[in-house]
């Protein structure tokens, strides 16, 4: 009986750290306004973000030198996936963002073409005015 005993203590225990890991990876919240940056051929280029997020859904803007397109993506833990589409004379054309968020703060790569580069977007203040 005894051993029984053990073996229960020992499982519920094993059970709680589980629930308590699962736990610990929640989603991470990234709605509200970002201030994004990557380097490119010509220097530092910046957008800003506007996300909407429902559950592990995301929506919202890009906006930049090239003006607003529309964003879409996901959340899942920590890791961001969206893609931005831009309408261009040459038909839209669909870039892929990927990243990690960490706070305030998110790092990745985004995808073009053939392309690739790393980039990364700083939460705005509250209230503070979104650049252009």
Known sequence: MRKKAVLLVTVATLAMAFALAVSAQE???VDGSWEMSMEGP??????????????????????GQ????????????????YTVTR???????????????????????????DNDR??????????APASQ
């Open 42 to 63: 010509n220097g530092t280029f910046t957008q800003t973000l506007t996300i909407h997020q429902d559950g592990a859904k995301i929506t919202g803007t890009s906006k």
């Open 87 to 113: 309408h261009t004379p040459n038909g839209d054309r669909q870039i892929e963002y990927n990243g990690v968020v960490d706070g305030d703060t998110i790092k990745g790569k985004v995808k073009f073409g």
């Open 66 to 81: 090239r003006g607003e397109s529309p964003l879409e993506g996901t959340v899942d833990g920590n890791k961001i996936h």
């Open 27 to 29: 989603m991470a919240k």
């Open 118 to 127: 790393d980039w990364t977007a700083k939460r705005a203040a509250a209230g």
